[in-house]
Structures are given as structure tokens and as C-alpha cells.
């Protein structure tokens, strides 16, 4: 901004279409937008003989999709031991919201809610599992991990068994 007979004594800034001019002042200002957002922002010049301009330029803030962590991979857990999961996001869009959800990958439904599940298989396998974030514009991140499930061991001893008093018992755990 210049002033060809004179010169400029104050920049007022429009940062948010209000129409407004309150929002910063001065020749160079820094703003940070926290959420996607689309604006024509407007500066308000005033030179030394009270006489005003105003410029207008369009600023553009895309969203960007959440950065996700699943956690670790877990590499041993017996069917039928519960898994606690530990998921985390960013996201530079602080002015949004988000769902989370879990997919453990053995079909049962998905957890939302949460970055902390618990979930228990029920039979052994390798599982793919799937932390997604979507926040509130549309950006999707995902992280997996996998969970390595061994079917627990069955106990199969023999018998019934049945004696006297002072009686000796062998008993034998092995299959038939």
C-alpha cells in the first residue's frame, strides 16, 4: 500500500468477512486458521489525510486428512485373552471434529468411539487391524497393525475317576 501524496497511518485488517476491520492492524499480519476455510480478507488503508482504501485477495485453507497410529503390532495372544489396543491422531485442523473407529478384522463390528479398545478373538490366525480418523470436512487417515492370535491349548484329562480313601490317582492329560 502507498500513498502518493502523503503516506498510510493505519492498516485495518478483515480476516474473517465480516466486514469488520477490527481483526489485526498493521502493515505485515500473521493469522492461522484452524479449520478448512474460504474468505475474501480485506485491508483497510488510511493515509494521513483520513482518505481510505480498500484491497481484497482471497485466501484458500484446504483441510488436511489425520496423521494415525494403530500402536504396535502384537506379536503372541492366546483366543480368548482380551487385546488392549492404544491408537493415536493429529490432526493441524485443531478446529475439527473426528470419529474413530476400529476394525479388528476377524468380522465382529467396528469399535468407534475410542483410541483404547479392548478386544478378545476367539480363534487363532493372523489379524489386520485398522485404526481409521475422519474429521468433519471429509479427511480420512488410517494406520494398521497385526495381531498374531494362537488358539489356547484344551485340556483333555482322562477319566472320571473314582477310589476309596488312601486311594492312588493317575491321571493323564494326554489326547487319545
Do not use: M, R
Not at 485488517?13 to 498493521?26: M, Y
Not at 474413530?100 to 479392548?118: H, K, R
Not at 495381531?147 to 477319566?159: R, Y
Request: net charge negative; charged share 15%.
Amino acid at each position: 500500500s502507498y500513498d502518493p501524496d502523503g503516506s498510510i497511518v493505519s492498516y485495518e485488517w478483515d480476516l474473517d468477512c465480516d466486514g469488520d476491520f477490527s481483526d489485526a492492524q498493521g502493515s505485515l499480519v500473521q493469522n492461522t486458521w484452524t479449520d478448512d476455510y474460504s474468505c475474501n480478507v480485506s485491508l483497510k488503508v488510511t493515509d494521513d489525510e483520513g482518505a481510505t482504501g480498500i484491497a481484497t485477495t482471497t485466501v484458500t485453507v484446504n483441510n488436511v486428512a489425520p496423521t494415525v497410529d494403530a500402536g504396535t503390532n502384537v506379536d503372541y495372544v492366546l483366543s480368548g485373552s482380551p487385546v488392549n489396543f492404544s491408537g493415536s491422531f493429529t490432526d493441524p485442523g485443531t478446529g475439527d471434529t473426528h470419529v474413530v473407529e476400529w476394525n479388528f478384522g476377524d468380522g465382529t463390528p467396528a469399535v468407534t468411539g475410542t483410541l483404547a479398545p479392548t478386544h478378545t478373538y476367539t480363534s487363532g490366525d493372523d489379524y489386520t487391524v485398522t485404526l481409521t480418523v475422519t474429521d468433519d470436512d471429509g479427511g480420512v487417515g488410517s494406520d494398521t497393525l497385526t495381531v498374531h492370535v494362537n488358539d489356547a491349548p484344551i485340556a483333555n484329562p482322562s477319566g472320571p475317576y473314582t477310589g476309596d480313601e488312601g486311594s492312588s490317582f493317575t491321571f493323564n492329560g494326554s489326547s487319545s
